[in-house]
């Protein structure tokens, strides 16, 4: 058992509302720069949907994730070194600026200065690209509230899957709102496909950072995430991506999108996992299987020898207690309410969602049925306007069980306390029904419902990996030896990163973390670099 410790997010899509306050706080703070305009870490579609980049669920055009070879090995979908290395320059998997949305503003200047005359100023959009004026076409909301219409919902991937079982009606589709950010995955594609070791994870919190110094701007990343969350920054040259808001996390407070969510609906937590499970899981064989595999990997922290591990590995005992009081275990391994996005892309996502419920209730009582009633809510679970098929799309690979045992959990705990509220007789059997107890089901909602700031957000204050909390007065996890950015080459392998050494005056130890691989790609041009060629053994006298 090698136990880390992971911060992870939970969203609750019963309570989203679509505001994009979450979007536009986060663009506010991290992409409002020159070069990132079209840039969104956080953004919210309206599912069914084309989402943001336009199609970016549809790996068979993008290539994004892994899959398994026909020895049963995992590999990225962009393929080996050397497919990579052959499309460096011209890479035919990587969405284009039409493919997010070009970026515009409006010509508010020509109101205030337009000479008088007959005919009333107007204010066209202009591309924040290049200054030309511009034909609005798309947009990283594009399909908010179904705006988008019939033909851009029939483009929506996973709907697509569905298209014999849901005829889309426009006048009768359904929809839900979507919040999206990195997934900070467990086994991160966008790691392992970057020719330079620039994308790295984090071993004291499992956030996935871009460091900046080595980015070269291949742009592997961002056909190698599945979620799209990699972004290309025009004007550095270099990829940028969601950051967790790390150095709020370091300092025990949420991400900026959690702080400002108007509808509350995330929750940040540790979670602890055997990373030796890891690339065990992701190899699962059917996609189906993939969510209990994960859930596989997720350890108990009231366990004494987890507990064991978890010290043995460095992690800190506030750390572990923050795990056992985390919001986001109780959700994806106590009540097995939230699910992850797309496990089929055999990341490992660490971003959870509970799935929605509203509708079915709604449902019910527009035909004249209680809406609260657990028999028909329990019995209009499989029925929902929201088809099972969709959700099970999202979250679970399209098995439709996990999905079904979620909501009808959901629709059990709005009947018990729907009776508590209206002081009638409780029953036992409702609890039961979905393997919970009266206790368990007041706790879950309290924990949706009435949890407070403390309860929603159980995020313990940063650590160096392998050791204390790191030397005093350190104002940064960067500025010290064995910080972020600087594990040594077991660290690196550890999450499928190489390192890089340079060519010449590499570190022989550093260099035995290749394992006889060559990366050309920081070679500064001179001289040979080591390991290109076999080394010559020296011939013993004679």
């Given at each position: 058992m ?8 939970v969203m ?12 536009v706080t ?15 870490f956080?953004?919210v ?5 084309q989402?943001?980049?336009?199609g ?9 994730g ?7 090995r ?5 393929g080996?070194?050397?497919?990579r ?6 890479n035919?998997?990587l ?18 200065s337009?000479?008088l005359?007959d ?15 511009t ?17 851009h919902l ?6 697509r ?16 709102y ?5 997934e ?5 594609s966008c790691v ?14 499992g956030?996935?950072l ?6 070269r ?25 969601c950051?967790?808001c790390?150095?709020r ?11 400002t ?10 979670m602890l996992?055997?990373?030796d ?6 190899a699962?064989p ?7 595999a ?5 350890l ?5 020898e ?12 506030d750390?572990i207690?923050?795990?056992r ?8 391994t106590?009540?097995r309410?939230?699910?992850p996005l ?5 990341t490992m ?20 049925h209680?809406?609260?009633d ?11 306007r929201?088809?099972?098929g969709?959700?099970?799309?999202l ?13 009808c959990r959901l ?7 729907r009776?508590?509220?209206?002081g009638?007789e409780?029953?036992?059997?409702v ?10 089901i007041?706790a879950?909602?309290r924990l949706l ?7 929603r957000?159980?995020?313990?204050t ?14 940064c ?7 972020p950015?600087?594990?040594?080459p ?16 590499a ?14 790609l920081?070679w ?5 670099p ?7 053994k ?5």
């Amino acid at each position: 058992m090698r136990c880390m410790a992971q911060i992870a997010m939970v969203m609750n899509l019963d309570k989203c509302i679509g505001c994009h306050t979450c979007s536009v706080t986060c663009k506010q703070t991290w992409t409002n720069r020159t070069g990132t305009e079209y840039a969104w870490f956080n953004n919210v579609e309206t599912r069914p949907g084309q989402g943001y980049p336009r199609g970016h669920e549809d790996q068979d055009r993008w290539k994004g994730g892994w899959r398994l070879d026909a020895r049963g090995r995992l590999v990225p979908r962009t393929g080996g070194r050397a497919r990579r290395l052959a499309r460096l320059f011209a890479n035919p998997e990587l969405p284009s600026l039409q493919d997010y949305y070009e970026p515009w503003t409006y010509d508010y200047d020509n109101l205030i200065s337009a000479p008088l005359g007959d005919d009333l100023p107007t204010a066209r959009p202009r591309s924040l690209i290049d200054g030309r004026p511009t034909a609005v076409s798309w947009g990283p909301n594009w399909d908010d509230d179904l705006g988008g219409g019939p033909d851009h919902l029939a483009g929506d991937p996973v709907l697509r899957q569905l298209n014999e079982q849901v005829r889309l009606e426009y006048e009768q589709a359904f929809m839900f709102y979507l919040p999206r950010i990195c997934e900070h995955c467990l086994n991160p594609s966008c790691v392992a496909v970057c020719p330079s070791g620039a994308l790295y994870k984090r071993i004291e919190d499992g956030i996935v950072l871009v460091d900046q110094d080595r980015c070269r701007g291949w742009r592997m990343c961002v056909s190698g995430c599945p979620y799209k969350k990699v972004y290309f920054n025009h004007t550095t040259g270099k990829a940028e991506k969601c950051t967790f808001c790390y150095p709020r996390v370091e300092a025990g407070e949420p991400t900026v999108c959690s702080e400002t969510c108007v509808g509350r609906l995330r929750y940040l937590g540790v979670m602890l996992y055997d990373a030796d499970k890891v690339g065990e899981a992701a190899a699962t064989p059917d996609e189906r299987d993939l969510y209990e595999a994960q859930l596989g990997c997720f350890l108990d922290p009231h366990d004494p020898e987890v507990v064991r591990a978890a010290e043995e590995s460095g992690i800190p005992h506030d750390w572990i207690s923050a795990a056992r009081r985390s919001p986001v275990r109780d959700f994806i391994t106590t009540y097995r309410i939230a699910l992850p996005l797309h496990p089929e892309y055999r990341t490992m996502p660490m971003v959870w969602y509970v799935p929605p419920l509203s509708p079915v209730v709604e449902a019910l009582a527009r035909s004249g049925h209680d809406g609260e009633d657990p028999a028909a809510l329990f019995g209009a679970i499989d029925s929902l306007r929201i088809p099972l098929g969709y959700l099970a799309g999202l979250f679970t690979a399209g098995d439709t069980a996990p999905v079904e045992a979620a909501l009808c959990r959901l629709a059990a705990m709005r009947a018990h306390m729907r009776a508590i509220n209206l002081g009638e007789e409780r029953d036992p059997a409702v609890a039961a029904a979905v393997g919970l107890d009266e206790r368990s089901i007041e706790a879950m909602y309290r924990l949706l419902a009435l949890a407070k700031y403390e309860e929603r957000y159980v995020i313990p204050t940063t650590y160096v990996a392998g050791g204390g909390d790191g030397p005093a007065g350190a104002g940064c996890s960067l500025d010290h030896d064995g910080g972020p950015g600087m594990y040594g080459p077991d660290a690196a392998v550890a999450f499928h990163t190489p390192p890089v050494p340079a060519a010449e005056d590499a570190d022989p130890g550093a260099r035995a973390g290749l394992r006889g691989r060559v990366n050309l790609l920081n070679w500064n041009g001179h001289g040979r670099p080591r390991g290109l060629f076999p080394e010559r053994k020296a011939e013993p006298p004679r």
